[in-house]
């Protein structure tokens, strides 16, 4: 192998022209991942529920709305119950890419004719299952810990 100054000029500089491009596409690929990640929101769910035939709901929401939902790519992060004075309530959060997503697949989950069917099913025999629902988009601030909740 011929090692001339000149060769060893152009290994330098091609050497320099990768260590460049690897400093300048590397960082921007991260930053491009993370303003990707500083989109996805969270749904916070909040439905009042009856003591009488809260076991109804929760049956239906495990066996079946889950289910469904997961038809549409819902992501369920996590459900709760919790007492408000005298209101037992179910909470549970989603998380979604981005908005439009989360508006797409709510429409798709509420036409779907299987849960419209179970749904109709379920109240007839069980009564009212839900009484007041708030619906809250949670958006992560910048300084937020964390950017996706779940994984």
Do not use: C
């Not at 009488?52 to 939902?69: T, V």
């Not at 908005?99 to 109240?123: A, C, P, S, V």
């Amino acid at each position: 192998m011929i090692t001339t100054p000149a060769v060893q000029k152009y290994r330098i500089l091609i050497t320099s022209i990768l260590i460049l491009t690897v400093g300048v596409i590397v960082p921007q690929r991260s930053s491009m991942s993370a303003a990707e990640q500083q989109n996805v929101i969270h749904q916070l769910r909040i439905y009042e529920i009856f003591d009488g035939n809260k076991k109804a709901f929760h049956d239906r929401f495990r066996d079946h709305a889950m289910r469904i939902m997961a038809k549409y790519n819902f992501k369920i992060v996590a459900t709760w119950e919790s007492k408000k004075e005298n209101r037992t309530e179910f909470v549970y959060l989603l998380e979604w890419p981005d908005k439009e997503t989360m508006t797409d697949r709510w429409e798709k989950f509420l036409r779907d004719q299987e849960w419209i069917k179970i749904k109709k099913e379920t109240g007839e025999i069980n009564g009212l299952l839900v009484g007041e629902i708030e619906d809250r988009t949670l958006v992560l601030t910048d300084y937020s810990p964390r950017k996706v909740l779940a994984k």
